[in-house]
């Protein structure tokens, strides 16, 4: 009975975080990610079909969704990197939401 109580204890914990992390998926919010596109990756890259101005030596957006999967992606945005792209200083839920807008392109 003892033994049964605590096993049952480990897995409501295990449920917990995995609704967590599923919580957080669940989150990554598109719409704000192409906001934050047009704030902060718009002057170089081009973010959205039909879009006026942007540098013509700098990836479109829909490539780089072809490109890379999503951990990719996120890792390259989370980390510093050594690229003509510059080094931005974005929280976990701005490149989650950035991500998705990114892939979202593909298609
Ligand atoms: C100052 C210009 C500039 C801005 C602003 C900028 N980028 Fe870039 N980005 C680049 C350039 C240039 C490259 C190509 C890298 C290279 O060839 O070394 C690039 C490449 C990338 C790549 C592909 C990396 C690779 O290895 O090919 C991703 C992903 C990316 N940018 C995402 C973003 C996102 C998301 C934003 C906005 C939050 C952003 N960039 C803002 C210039 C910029």
Known sequence: MQLESGGGAGLGLAIF??????????AADSANGQRLAERWCAECHMIAPGQQRASDTVPTFAEIGGRFDETTLATFLASPHH????????????????????????R
């Not at 995995?18 to 669940?26: Q, R, Y």
């Not at 690229?83 to 991500?99: A, G």
């Open 17 to 26: 975080f995995l609704l967590i992390s599923a919580g957080n998926a669940a």
């Open 83 to 106: 690229s003509r792209m510059p080094n931005l200083s974005l929280s976990r839920s701005e490149i989650t939401d950035l991500v998705a807008y990114i892939k979202g392109l593909e």
